[in-house]
């Protein structure tokens, strides 16, 4: 905390005080650049030892004062290496605006109102410590318009411009309690406003007034979505700074989670212009406590090669934010990458729970390009395949219940599953030829050796009519000729295949053996004698 | 004299020959020529005894001999005509009596001389000791019994103990290999009788008539025959009286009349029946004047089995039939589940349209895709708009409970159909249609995504109401036909349909038309229906098998036509299994099947216009030009019969699919054998026995197993045969792969892409190019294994009208069928 506000400038009551200033590399990556640092404090060092040289002969006890400075400013030079790896996101209590709306007979009496919300924000304050800064009110007359659609799933959801303001509040918790027919129904909803968000609703029941600040509290605690900044480490792994780790009173051991990665996009006073998730990635996060710094390494699934790394222009953050696996199918639907309206029809869907064992088939794209995905029990995350005959179109991570609906482009296939389709029809019949080739060979051969000549002249007959290699390259060469595909991956796959399928004709086709014993019979067997 | 002859005479000339007597000859001296011969004859004398082969002389048999030989070895355990053949030979007291067993003795005609010589000697070897001869006087003879009378009198002591089939074998050796034996008549007869004397006493009554039938052509005055076999006809012809089989019963009499033409049982059964047939008449018209027409049907059939001859009996029968047309088909294929909508199911299909109409029903072929009409709606297709206008007509049949099929019920019913979690899904439906709205009570109009070639064909399928659909307990949905199933007049072999008074009558009629009843009696075998035919017990057989066909061509009063449209035979295969899945084995089994001999086979040798061997599973059209080929490559030819190819392939198979299994952890296959399912009747049978030969002789065992179509196929069956009738290719060949190949991970990626164009076809042309790329597809991938396309048939007695006009299924016109007036 005290190193933050070191070099915050409090006077500028548009920078959240707690962030810390973070230097940025031309790239935008967000990362604190060692060397930069040290180049600006030695300016300053030596601007303000040189204004100290021009300056007017100075008092001792000054220039005593001026050199310990200097020396605290070395001092933290050297402390730099070990500090300016760590994000100061751990260190950052996450404020939370609980809005609780109570029953008309409970809130139409302020005292009793105030005082509910009172105690939940002490007994909320109470359990998480430093780490949480709740205020808990009711709900003002702008939030009410919203609450409704906040603690709906199927109504769309648009919150105020004050929601969505960093600088005022990292969270707000929307909780309604309702009377019931069993007791009170107690429901709530986390509102994240770095990743504009809605968390999944969480709903408990007490059957008396009494328990309902328990329940309160123990919705809110499960509403809340961990939110963590991350920190690239390696090409496929990743740190996350989960907010305010460090200020926990207790490490104790995370679950295995998958986060969402988004992209923050903000304008200059820090307000967000887009938050974007990236495309078919999750961070995993494996079970157990997190490291001393706070954060909790994770592994990147990702349908895409580096989701990373990849350039983004302007100021960017990126965050991640915890998904909850729902027990609730998912319908993924494919569509042409070229043509957004064509939809892939026939595409193979398979799926590894969990990304481990082998796939197993869940179905086909329907003629929308649509197929549903199930869920598992108990609910996590699953790799999807996607093929298409013998290639491996895409492979993306999904989380059970994460979405109702996700769409997937994927280039046009159907070509090259054309070609494929064509040339293993031309492969069987390499086979049947072949296969027959020998049987007519080897039969022939037994003919001449018993000296059946009659007999073997009528099966040479029959090897020469069988298909010859120059017969079955040019039916390649045209079929070739026809195919296209406007995929370049696909155009090359197909050219490949083409070219295996006449290695394979040339190799098990070659008309020598054939020749030979032509020429053999033409040498040994008898002239017939034609009689009148 | 020949040309050799006249060479040697020529040579003779030249060549002093040497048998020639010359005068140097003629001079040798006497003493010479004695030398000479007396050489000869010791010459002869040694060579005799050197060169000659021994002759055993044979012994004389002594007392003392036939004493130590006396004890003949015969094996009891073993059938005589089982062991080799031997004589025995009685001997007299002064030969102590012995019985010699003998190797076959050579008489002449292997006729023991009767009586026996005095004189002289029989020459005999024993049996145990090859070689010995002994001779024996035929003083010494009591009885020599020859082989096959030791047959006779075995087979006659085993008549006696009544050992009937034991017997049957001896005489049946005799008769095969002695037939010329004396007292084979006899024994024979003597079978007969007991056997039949035995039967008779059994309750065998059948068996006892057809031993008798037999006794009278042997000996016609026996003088047992007369009576036994007025037991048996008594006792024959009244159980099968009692089980209603009259003609079976007439029979009896009509054979008795042949063979004993002046036999009292005749006359008397004569009798019986002329009694029971004017009984009957009476009846008929008492009950008929009451006004019970369907009793005056039961009676008047039941007459005409009893005594065709009655006179006056045409005459009842038309006056009945116009009261109460009632027809009786014969079936072999039951339809367990009535569907007329059914693309594999023979029975079922028929059945359905008795008692489930489809809302749109397949007619025919026409120029441009299938014929379509439908009792319960119009459809009419708004190509700008994308929108087909459903109106129900007011005429529409009834569900059996009297509720009308309303607008609502349409609605729900496209909808589920379009409702991919719902069980009625079908996806063709489902793509096509984007909304459905009801306009009014008469009228629902469906929102199109794009508009199909034939909108109609989509909806074959038999109305459900709204609140079936929406129900989860899997209530079977009300039937709505021309007629209603009796089910308590109805029995495992019989079913009774009864016209339906809630069906639709057309609006110019006041009275129902068509048959008041139809009944379907089950026969175990086709030629059974054409027999039942023949003798008037059924009006109609619905499937008459190819190579029967013959059996009604004399029949004057029985008409055969062909259905309109063939039916595809296919081999599915189960392509979740290692070795169906395989490509390469797949295609082995199909070189291996000599698919021409086996459809000739089915066609009893004869070409049948319409029957020929297919490549893909589209019918071929029966003729030239006929617009039910439009999907059929005709470019693309059968592959050929190559057992040899056949073989090979086979085995190259057999690995790839032990090294498949392994990957995919599934136990591989250890034996070639392979299960080939197929549903119960004649033609399949037939022809997956064929297959199964043919798939024998490459090496595989084939268990046939019977399933029938209506239930799901059997989880380790390999292939099943399958009758098709892809009527409307676009649609007809995806509800065929959706039904037999659920699993679609194993369906061939590009056949899943040919099948998703169809729909989507902007015109004939561009879906008949789909479809030819699909039948190339399933050609190259062998996604179904393409057999043969068969026409079928069915026949009827003449004076039914409604049954000459050309049909899909033998139901489709029922409500016009009428008897035609005599």
């Not at chain 2, 216009?609 to 599973?617: L, Y």
């Not at chain 2, 033609?683 to 046939?704: D, H, N, P, S």
Request: some cysteine; aromatic content about 8%.
């Amino acid at each position: 905390m005290a190193l933050s506000r070191q070099f915050c400038k409090s006077d500028e009551p548009s920078r959240n005080p707690a962030t810390p200033i973070t230097w940025w590399r031309p790239s935008g990556k967000h990362l604190p650049d060692p060397v930069g640092v040290r180049r600006q404090i030695k300016l300053a060092f030596y601007v303000s030892t040189g204004h100290m040289m021009r300056r007017q002969p100075i008092e001792k006890t000054r220039l005593l004062r001026e050199a310990l400075i200097a020396a605290a400013a070395l001092a933290w030079l050297g402390a730099f290496p070990v500090v300016y790896g760590q994000s100061f996101f751990t260190l950052v209590p996450c404020r939370l605006n609980v809005i609780c709306l109570l029953p008309p007979e409970i809130a139409t009496s302020t005292g009793l109102e105030q005082e509910f919300c009172r105690q939940l924000g002490e007994r909320l304050a109470s359990e998480q410590g430093p780490a949480w800064r709740v205020s808990v009110a009711p709900p003002s007359a702008e939030d009410r318009a919203i609450l409704r659609a906040a603690l709906r799933r199927d109504l769309p959801f648009d919150p105020p411009t004050s929601w969505r303001k960093v600088a005022l509040r990292d969270k707000v918790v929307v909780l309604a309690v309702k009377r019931t027919g069993l007791g009170w129904h107690v429901v709530s909803r986390d509102w994240d406003v770095r990743v504009e968000r809605l968390g999944p609703l969480v709903e408990h029941t007490a059957p008396t007034w009494s328990g309902v600040l328990a329940a309160a509290a123990e919705t809110v605690r499960r509403a809340v979505v961990p939110v963590a900044q991350i920190r690239l480490v390696e090409q496929q792994a990743v740190r996350l700074d989960l907010q305010g780790s460090l200020l926990m009173e207790e490490r104790s051991p995370l679950p295995r989670r998958q986060f969402l990665a988004l992209a923050r996009y903000e304008d200059r006073d820090g307000n967000a212009r887009a938050v974007v998730p990236l495309p078919w990635t999750i961070l995993q996060s494996p079970e157990g406590p997190p490291a001393e710094d706070g954060s909790v390494s994770c592994q990147i699934i990702s349908g895409l090669k580096n989701p990373l790394s990849a350039r983004r222009r302007g100021r960017v953050q990126l965050l991640a934010w915890a998904v909850t696996p729902r027990s609730r199918s998912v319908v993924l639907s494919l569509r042409n990458r070229q043509d957004s309206q064509k939809p892939l029809v026939g595409y193979e869907v398979l799926a590894q729970p969990d990304g481990e064992g082998s796939p197993q088939f869940l179905g086909r794209t329907d003629f929308a390009g649509q197929v549903e995905i199930p869920t598992e029990d108990p609910p996590g995350w699953k790799l999807l395949w996607v093929k298409h005959g013998r290639r491996v179109l895409a492979k993306v991570p999904l989380v059970d219940g994460s979405t109702e609906f996700t769409e997937l482009a994927l280039p046009d296939d159907d070509p090259r599953l054309l070609a494929e389709g064509y040339l293993m029809s031309v492969q069987d019949q390499l086979v049947d030829l072949v296969t027959l080739r020998s049987v007519l060979i080897a039969r022939l051969r037994a003919r001449i050796a018993a000296g059946d000549w009659e007999q073997a002249i009528r099966l040479r007959d029959q090897l020469l009519q069988l298909k010859s290699r120059e017969v079955f390259s040019s039916e390649l060469t045209q079929q070739q000729q026809r195919l296209f595909c406007p995929d370049p991956v696909g155009q090359k796959q197909i050219d490949k295949m083409f070219e295996e399928t006449r290695r394979l004709v040339n190799l098990y086709l070659n008309p020598r053996e054939v020749e030979e014993l032509v020429k053999e019979i033409a040498m040994k067997a008898p002239r017939r004698t034609d009689t009148p | 004299m020949d040309s050799a002859s006249q060479k040697m005479d020529r040579l003779g000339k030249h060549i002093d020959l040497p048998n020639q007597r010359t005068a140097d000859t003629r001079r040798l001296p006497r003493c010479h020529g004695l030398c000479r011969t007396a050489c000869l004859l010791v010459l002869c004398i040694l060579g005799r005894d050197a060169f000659a082969e021994a002759p055993q002389q044979p012994s004389p048999l002594t007392p003392q001999i036939s004493k130590q030989l006396s004890e003949p070895s015969i094996d009891t355990s073993t059938p005589l005509y089982e062991q080799p053949p031997f004589d025995l030979l009685y001997l007299n007291a002064a030969n102590n009596n012995a019985v010699l067993k003998l190797s076959p003795v050579p008489l002449p005609d292997r006729k023991v001389p009767q009586p026996l010589p005095r004189s002289g000697y029989l020459e005999i070897e024993l049996f145990d000791r090859p070689g010995e001869r002994y001779r024996v006087p035929w003083q010494a003879v009591v009885q020599l019994k020859l082989f096959e009378q030791l047959l006779l009198e075995q087979a006659t002591k085993l008549i006696q103990e009544k050992r009937f089939d034991e017997a049957y074998d001896y005489l049946d050796y005799v008769a095969t290999h002695h037939p010329n034996v004396s007292g084979l008549a006899e024994v024979e007869q003597l079978f007969l009788i007991e056997e039949a004397r035995a039967a008779l006493a059994q309750g065998q009554s059948e068996r006892a008539f057809a031993d008798l039938c037999r006794l009278s052509q042997l000996n016609p005055n026996h003088p047992e025959l007369s009576s036994l076999i007025g037991q048996a006809v008594d006792t024959l012809v009244a159980q099968r009286w009692q089980k209603g089989e009259y003609a079976a019963a007439r029979g009896v009499v009509e054979t008795l009349s042949k063979l004993l033409p002046q036999h009292p049982a005749i006359e008397k059964w004569r009798q019986q029946w002329q009694t029971e047939a004017a009984e009957l008449e009476k009846q008929v018209r008492q009950v008929l004047a009451e006004g019970n027409a369907r009793q005056a049907d039961r009676l008047v059939r039941k007459l005409r089995q009893v005594w065709p001859q009655q006179p006056g009996l045409d005459q009842l029968i038309a006056e009945v039939r116009q009261a109460y047309p009632r027809f009786q088909v014969g079936i072999t294929q039951p339809g367990a589940r009535p569907d007329p909508t059914s693309l594999i199911d023979w029975g079922s299909r028929r059945c359905g349209q008795l008692i489930r109409k489809a809302l749109v029903e397949y007619t025919g072929p026409g120029p441009e895709g299938g014929e379509y009409r439908s009792a319960f709606l119009r459809w009419q297709l708004d190509a700008e708009k994308q929108t087909l206008t459903l109106r129900l007509r007011p005429e529409r049949p009834r569900f059996a409970d009297g509720r009308s099929y309303t607008a609502y019920d349409l609605a729900q019913q496209l909808a589920s159909r379009a409702d991919r979690h719902h069980e009625a899904y079908f996806p063709p439906w489902a793509e096509v249609v984007a909304g459905i709205r009801v306009f009014s009570p008469e009228e629902v109009i469906v929102n199109l995504r794009f508009v199909p070639l034939k909108p109609e064909a989509l909806l074959q399928c038999v109305p459900v109401p709204a609140v079936i659909l929406a129900s989860s307990a899997g209530n079977r949905s009300p039937d709505v036909g021309p007629f209603l199933l009796a089910a308590e007049e109805s029995s495992s072999s019989r079913w009774v349909f009864l016209r339906n008074s809630h069906a639709g009558t057309s609006s110019d009629q006041t009275s129902p038309v068509g048959p008041a009843e139809i009944e379907e009696i089950a026969f175990p075998r086709c030629r059974d229906a054409l027999r039942a035919l023949r003798g008037g017990e059924v009006d109609i057989v619905d499937r008459v098998n190819p190579w029967e066909l013959p059996l009604l061509a004399e029949a004057r009063d029985v008409t055969v036509q062909t259905y309109r449209v063939p039916l595809v035979h296919l081999l599915v295969p189960n392509l979740s299994k290692p070795l169906p899945g395989n490509r390469d084995f797949r295609r082995a089994m199909l070189y291996a099947i000599d698919r021409d001999r086996i459809l000739q086979s089915l066609l009893g040798g004869k070409r049948q216009p319409g029957c020929q061997v297919i490549s893909g599973p589209f019918p071929a059209g029966t003729s030239f030009g006929d617009p039910l080929g439009y999907a059929y490559d005709a470019q693309i030819k059968p592959r050929e019969y190559q057992p040899s190819l056949a073989l090979a392939l086979s085995e190259i198979a057999f690995r790839q699919a032990q090294e498949v299994a392994r990957k995919r952890g599934l136990p591989p296959p250890e034996s070639r054998e392979v299960v080939l399912a197929h549903p119960p009747h004649e033609i399949a049978r037939e022809a997956c026995r064929q297959i199964q030969e043919q798939w024998r002789l490459i090496g595989w065992t084939v268990k046939l197993v019977e399933a029938s179509p209506d239930q799901p196929p059997p989880p380790n069956c390999d292939f099943l045969y399958v009758e098709a009738a892809i009527w409307e290719p676009e649609v007809d060949v995806i509800r065929l792969i959706t039904r037999l190949i659920p699993e679609r991970q194993y369906l061939s990626p590009q056949v899943e892409l040919a099948l998703a164009g169809l729909g989507h076809s902007a015109d004939w042309p561009t879906l008949g190019q789909r479809l030819r790329d699909l039948h190339r597809w399933v050609y190259d991938d062998l996604t179904v294994v393409p057999l043969w396309q068969l026409v079928d048939f069915y026949a009827y007695r003449s004076g039914i009208k409604g049954l000459e006009e050309p049909r899909v299924s033998l139901y489709q016109n029922v409500e016009t069928w009428q008897f035609a007036p005599n």
